[in-house]
């Protein structure tokens, strides 16, 4: 089942975006990823995807986010968070793709 997944990230853009490009998934998006929007808010940013299932977001955060997101964060001498913030899973039913 198609999901928007959507966190509140207590981390600056910069930081999201720097993360973003050590895992290179601007140029290799993450199976299962079908599209990604990062929004900043007063405490952080407002992270809103759209995944192929629960599931492979779950596998991708566990297998890949997690633990380079912590190495990212020691390697600048930031104590990583404990945890991500629980995603919100939000059912897709009607999902247009542009050209």
Not at 18 to 27: I, P, Y
Not at 41 to 48: F, N, S
Not at 51 to 77: C, K
Request: hydrophobic share 35%; proline share 10%.
């Amino acid at each position: 089942m198609t999901v928007l997944v959507e966190m509140d990230m207590p981390m600056p853009r910069e930081l999201i975006e720097a993360l973003g490009d050590k895992m290179g998934v601007h140029t290799k998006a993450p199976e299962g990823l079908v599209s990604h929007v990062l929004s900043e808010t007063g405490e952080g940013c407002h992270v809103m995807d759209i995944w192929d299932s629960p599931e492979m977001f779950e596998r991708f955060r566990d297998s890949e986010l997690v633990p380079q997101m912590m190495s990212f964060l020691q390697e600048r001498g930031m104590t990583p968070p404990e945890h991500l913030p629980d995603p919100k899973y939000t059912p897709v039913y009607d999902l247009v793709r542009g050209s």
